[in-house]
T-cell receptor, first 117, second 108 residues
Framework: NAGVMQNPRHLVRRRGQEARLRCSPMKGHSHVYWYRQLPEEGLKFMVYLQKENIIDESGMPKERFSAEFPKEGPSILRIQQVVRGDSAAYFC???????????????FGPGTRLTVL | AQRVTQPEKLLSVFKGAPVELKCNYSYSGSPELFWYVQYSRQRLQLLLRHISRESIKGFTADLNKGETSFHLKKPFAQEEDSAMYYCALSHSNYQLIWGAGTKLIIKP
């Protein structure tokens, strides 16, 4: 099991462009979470998805940001018309179906570092 | 408001010395707390969770509800313990609230 995969690892965009970040969960995991980490800060929850469903997007900015987890393929975090303030590390995590006493065990990907010029 | 505070951005101790990484939380319900670790060039991984009451790599953490703390401790630090450590609190069945992290440096 290769673990959670994220690509690209580094992404550079100019203001106004679109950024697409991909996350492939661990084999057998159907829950995906996206986090953002700004410099000198902790991880901030953005969105929680299951296959084809957004369960909780309370941490997502209302505009320009969207996420999906299609039936086939990786989860995508999409940022339209990027601005300098979007520069951050974006982490994806996945988890299996919750088992008694083992909730919230999330397995993390290596992250994508987005730089907006 | 739910919050996790790690007051030290950086902690530097000598090899063999005791280590204590502080974590305080603010939460209105019954919290579930975790410590995650990120070694250099590696991904974030779960170190331990308070409900397991286990010791991982010599680290332990006790939930103190009176002091709303979940400090991470190790009696004798090793060089391989150098890493970023994050304290996190379970806000729901899946959402985690994170501290800002403490960088631990173990000096030889």
């Amino acid at each position: 099991n290769a673990g959670v995969m994220q690509n690209p690892r580094h992404l550079v965009r100019r203001r106004g462009q679109e950024a697409r970040l991909r996350c492939s969960p661990m084999k057998g995991h159907s829950h995906v979470y996206w986090y953002r980490q700004l410099p000198e800060e902790g991880l901030k929850f953005m969105v929680y998805l299951q296959k084809e469903n957004i369960i909780d997007e309370s941490g997502m900015p209302k505009e320009r940001f969207s996420a999906e987890f299609p039936k086939e393929g990786p989860s995508i975090l999409r940022i339209q018309q990027v601005v300098r303030g979007d520069s951050a590390a974006y982490f994806c995590a996945s988890s299996p179906t919750f088992a008694s006493g083992r909730r919230n065990e999330q397995f993390f990907g290596p992250g994508t570092r987005l730089t907006v010029l | 408001a739910q919050r996790v505070t790690q007051p030290e951005k950086l902690l530097s101790v000598f090899k063999g010395a005791p280590v204590e990484l502080k974590c305080n939380y603010s939460y209105s319900g019954s919290p579930e707390l975790f410590w995650y670790v990120q070694y250099s060039r590696q991904r974030l991984q779960l170190l331990l969770r308070h409900i397991s009451r286990e010791s991982i790599k010599g680290f332990t953490a006790d939930l103190n509800k009176g002091e709303t703390s979940f400090h991470l401790k190790k009696p004798f630090a090793q060089e391989e313990d150098s890493a970023m450590y994050y304290c996190a609190l379970s806000h729901s069945n899946y959402q985690l609230i994170w501290g800002a992290g403490t960088k631990l440096i173990i000096k030889p």
